[in-house]
């Protein structure tokens, strides 16, 4: 996410359902469009605390099949209780399958990174994800961190979870050497414990290859974000809605299939018109995306 976080039958009747679940398997399995793509719940964190049931449902309508939650004041389940939230969410077709967390007060916090986790467990998540750590000045700093991903990540590992972090542009960006904070990060991070979340326009933004990246490091990464965008004259990035920007979705998620991803989320935090409009545009352009 961008900066401003700084400051969610009878006997032929099953062999149906089976000859299309064959089938949709195989079109993952060799091109065609993604069929249970996500949403990033920070896209409608201007509507979303207001209703998060409401608004929850209207996304499921829009054909969203997973939620990746963030803790906002009510928290990554926006008041539910776990279970109801899980039960809710069947109810609409949708899993919630990760949540960004508030991974510094929890890394500072050993009961309440527990507390963290049993919520996730219980509304039937897989996955806690970092959403932001922001720059660091030196290397010093960058081991610091993925030292605390990888004590992080085993705990959470050892509570039923996936530990994850979700990248910005600035890991991407060269330090004085010329080295990628985000190639540290992956070579000095536990695969057992630490997996990864691509955010595939701050990659772009950086002015990285995501095909290249995901060539090269796919396997340690099972989600990633899909939002689009344009850089002005000045160089700002302004995100855009899906298939109006810049980012190449057909060739980089082509790849990204290739190298095992597993969930797929747009997100959007800048709108042309409303969030829920732009929600709506977002899910029809990934209906008929093919690659």
């Not at 993604?34 to 979303?48: A, C, E, H, K, T």
């Not at 959403?131 to 050892?158: C, L, M």
């Not at 298939?243 to 190449?248: I, L, S, Y």
Request: glycine share 10%; charged share 25%; net charge positive.
């Amino acid at each position: 996410m961008q900066t401003n976080r700084r400051d969610f039958l009878k006997q032929a009747g099953l062999f149906s359902a089976g000859t299309l679940a064959l089938s949709s398997s195989l079109t993952d399995a060799f091109g065609g469009t993604i069929r249970n793509f996500g949403l990033q719940l920070y896209s409608v964190r201007d509507v979303l605390p207001k209703d998060p049931k409401g608004i929850m449902t209207q996304l499921a309508k829009m054909g969203y099949k997973q939620f990746e939650s963030y803790q906002g004041e009510q928290g990554f389940l926006w008041g539910m209780e776990p279970a109801a939230m899980k039960s809710f969410l069947n109810g609409l077709g949708v899993k919630m399958v990760s949540t960004h967390f508030d991974f510094g007060g929890a890394a500072k916090d050993a009961d309440k990174l527990q507390q963290y986790i049993d919520m996730a467990n219980g509304a039937g998540l897989s996955y806690m994800l970092c959403p932001y750590i922001g720059p660091q000045k030196t290397w010093d700093d960058w081991k610091r961190v993925a030292d605390s991903f990888n004590r992080v990540g085993e705990a959470v590992r050892n509570g039923g979870l996936k530990f994850g972090y979700h990248n910005h542009d600035y890991s991407f960006r060269p330090m004085p050497d010329g080295r990628l904070p985000q190639d540290y990060l992956l070579a000095n991070t536990d695969p057992i414990n630490v997996m990864f979340e691509l955010d595939l326009c701050w990659i772009e933004a950086a002015g990285q290859s995501a095909v290249d990246h995901l060539k090269q490091h796919g396997k340690r990464y099972e989600l990633c974000h899909i939002k689009d965008y344009k850089k002005e004259a000045d160089g700002k990035v302004v995100q855009q809605n899906l298939g109006k920007g810049v980012v190449n979705y057909k060739a980089i998620l082509k790849q990204a299939k290739k190298s095992g991803m597993k969930h797929f989320l747009v997100e959007q935090e800048e709108y042309p018109q409303s969030p829920m409009a732009s929600m709506q545009i977002d899910a029809d352009y990934m209906k008929v995306l093919k690659i």
